[in-house]
């Protein structure tokens, strides 16, 4: 028999194995949250999916999916800057569903609540409102304008850490975990006089980047105080709360794609 609805997760899929780790903890948060909202016994189920290099795949969890629910709301786990969210993960649903209707849940307002997280971490990490903040995530050169963007969207909902300059430092597997861009922007902070900063490490979980290279880094400035916000942006219960409420407003109130039909079969009109 089909079922009414679920929740598919689509993230990127790492290498790493502990941020798989982490991604595994959020969706237990997330499920937990997703029953605390639902009347007894109709939370919809969820499935984890990634879109490369981890398993189970987002595309073939949606063809094994498809027809055993009528209605798929497909939640986009990208919490940094990337094309997939916007453009693989809606392809990918056009491409691989033929029986059950689908819609993307609208991430919208996820800069505020990154914002949120950053000032938080910026906060535990020791730094003080007004030092300049240098953001350092994985970044990409075909997409640096984005993470340019995020880093300005950060800073914005950063609330008394947004005072100050922000600036964003690629590194992680696009320059080989490179400490360099960081390295360069401590100097020219250093050059201009600032004896002050703090580092925010924009990754979803903690890796040898965190805990090797980025205090590497602070060691070579001894004349800079600098201090480093929380490691990473996972755990976070705001994001549970906020991707559990999303989904679900999403399943009553959002738009549905209607499915293709297989080749050589018409679709049914209801």
Same mark, same amino acid.
Not at 32 to 46: H, I, N, W
Not at 75 to 101: C, I, M, Q, W, Y
Not at 180 to 192: I, K, N, S
């Given at each position: 028999?089909?079922?009414?609805?679920?929740?598919?997760?689509?993230?990127?899929?790492?290498?790493?194995?502990?941020?798989?780790?982490?991604?595994?903890?959020?969706?237990?948060?997330?499920?937990?949250?997703?029953?605390?909202?639902?009347?007894?016994?109709?939370?919809?189920?969820?499935?984890?999916?990634?879109?490369?290099?981890?398993? =189970? #795949?987002?595309?073939?969890?949606?063809?094994? %999916?498809? &027809?055993?629910? $009528? !209605?798929?709301? @497909? /939640? *986009? +786990?990208?919490?940094?800057?990337?094309?997939?969210?916007?453009?693989?993960?809606?392809?990918?649903?056009?491409?691989?569903?033929?029986?059950?209707?689908?819609?993307?849940?609208?991430?919208?307002?996820?800069?505020?609540?990154?914002?949120?997280?950053?000032?938080?971490?910026?906060?535990?990490?020791?730094?003080?409102?007004?030092?300049?903040?240098?953001?350092?995530?994985?970044?990409?050169?075909?997409?640096?304008?984005?993470?340019?963007?995020?880093?300005?969207?950060?800073?914005?909902?950063?609330?008394?850490?947004?005072?100050?300059?922000?600036?964003?430092?690629?590194?992680?597997?696009?320059?080989?975990?490179?400490?360099? =861009? #960081?390295?360069?922007?401590?100097?020219?902070? %250093?050059? &201009?006089?600032? $004896? !002050?900063?703090? @580092? /925010? *490490? +924009?990754?979803?979980?903690?890796?040898?980047?965190?805990?090797?290279?980025?205090?590497?880094?602070?060691?070579?400035?001894?004349?800079?105080?600098?201090?480093?916000?929380?490691?990473?942006?996972?755990?976070?219960?705001?994001?549970?709360?906020?991707?559990?409420?999303?989904?679900?407003?999403?399943?009553?109130?959002?738009?549905?794609?209607?499915?293709?039909?297989?080749?050589?079969?018409?679709?049914?009109?209801?």
């Amino acid at each position: 028999m089909k079922q009414n609805q679920a929740i598919v997760i689509a993230a990127h899929g790492s290498r790493n194995p502990r941020w798989v780790a982490a991604l595994r903890e959020w969706e237990a948060g997330f499920r937990r949250v997703l029953g605390e909202l639902s009347a007894p016994g109709e939370a919809p189920p969820s499935h984890l999916t990634f879109l490369e290099m981890t398993e =189970p #795949l987002y595309s073939e969890t949606l063809r094994r %999916l498809d &027809g055993q629910f $009528e !209605r798929l709301a @497909i /939640l *986009p +786990l990208f919490l940094t800057k990337s094309s997939h969210g916007g453009v693989d993960v809606p392809h990918e649903a056009a491409e691989n569903l033929r029986r059950s209707a689908w819609s993307v849940v609208r991430t919208d307002d996820l800069p505020a609540l990154l914002g949120a997280n950053a000032a938080r971490r910026l906060r535990e990490g020791g730094a003080r409102p007004g030092d300049p903040v240098v953001v350092s995530g994985y970044g990409a050169s075909a997409h640096g304008h984005l993470w340019e963007e995020l880093t300005g969207e950060l800073r914005a909902h950063a609330g008394p850490f947004g005072s100050a300059e922000w600036r964003f430092a690629p590194a992680g597997h696009f320059l080989d975990d490179s400490a360099r =861009p #960081l390295r360069e922007a401590l100097e020219a902070l %250093l050059t &201009g006089g600032i $004896e !002050r900063a703090s @580092i /925010l *490490p +924009l990754y979803v979980a903690v890796s040898s980047y965190q805990e090797e290279l980025i205090p590497a880094m602070v060691r070579e400035f001894p004349s800079m105080h600098v201090a480093v916000g929380a490691p990473s942006l996972l755990p976070d219960p705001a994001i549970e709360q906020w991707a559990a409420r999303a989904t679900l407003r999403t399943l009553s109130e959002g738009v549905f794609q209607t499915p293709t039909p297989p080749p050589g079969k018409e679709q049914a009109v209801s």
